[in-house]
């Protein structure tokens, strides 16, 4: 599967963006999807995962409540809806496929990746 991640930009502290993780070459039927950040000089760290039946979702404790994962089939794309941006949200997001919702949270698992879309917080 084919990942792409859009939707980054430039945004004030409190506002909000949309990420989109779109599949093509197949769906994300039977994959565990996840978004990752990285700011410069820092470790990927886990932000949100969502299963392949888009029941179960998870997240990081510093985004809950401010972020949202969802997906929809019928488009193969997973949004990640980001709300009351803090500047400590700045950092390229990376959406990826994981085989199993167990390793969602872990990087190493994941066989496929997007190419990143950045997100700056700022005033």
């Known amino acids: 599967v084919q990942l792409q991640a859009s939707g980054g930009g430039l945004v004030q502290p409190g506002g909000s963006l949309r990420l989109s993780c779109a599949a093509s070459g197949r769906t994300f039927e039977n994959y565990s999807t996840g978004w990752f950040r990285q700011a410069p000089e820092k470790e990927r760290q886990f932000v949100a995962g969502?299963?392949?039946?888009?029941?179960?979702?998870i997240y990081r404790d510093s985004v809950q409540g401010r972020f949202t994962i969802s997906v929809d089939k019928a488009n193969n794309v997973v949004y990640l809806q980001m709300n009351s941006l803090k500047p400590e949200d700045t950092a390229v997001y990376y959406c990826?496929?994981?085989?199993?919702?167990?390793?969602?949270?872990?990087?190493?698992?994941?066989?496929?990746w997007g190419q990143g879309t950045q997100v700056t917080v700022s005033s």
């Open positions: 990826g496929a994981a085989p199993l919702w167990r390793f969602v949270k872990v990087s190493s698992k994941y066989r496929h």
């Open positions: 969502i299963d392949d039946t888009g029941v179960l979702t």
